[in-house]
Nanobody, 115 residues
Framework: QVQFVESGGGLVQPGGSLRLSCAAS????????MGWYRQAPGKQRELVAR???????MYADSVRDRFTISRDNAKITVYLQMNSLKAEDTAVYYC?????????WGQGTQVTVSS
């Protein structure tokens, strides 16, 4: 059974930083592209960052140059370093396979950017 456990969210002021972590289990992690998704209230879930199995990364325009995705295959974990946070980054953040997620989602981690 595939499971994702996200952590690291919280309340941060605009311009601040957070580092999210996602521990995966039940998959051959190193073989898959992984992604960070987010869902803001009243909006659809969107893919904001993706890292391929060989370590290449891609970003949505809204987060490019501010967010950095990385992975540690030995720890079966994917990370999202978020800098220069804005109010519009407020959302629940999830990890999953990318670009096509599977139906099994974790509980997500809430990120709130507010002064």
């Amino acid at each position: 059974q595939v499971q994702f456990v996200e952590s690291g969210g919280g309340l941060v002021q605009p311009g601040g930083s957070l580092r999210l972590s996602c521990a995966a289990s039940g998959i051959i992690f190193k073989s898959y592209d992984m992604g960070w998704y987010r869902q803001a209230p009243g909006k659809q879930r969107e893919l904001v960052a993706r890292i391929t199995a060989n370590g290449s990364s891609m970003y949505a325009d809204s987060v490019r140059d501010r967010f950095t995705i990385s992975r540690d295959n030995a720890k079966i974990t994917v990370y999202l370093q978020m800098n220069s946070l804005k109010a519009e980054d407020t959302a629940v953040y999830y990890c999953n396979l990318a670009p096509q997620p599977i139906s099994s989602w974790g509980q997500g981690t809430q990120v709130t950017v507010s002064s």
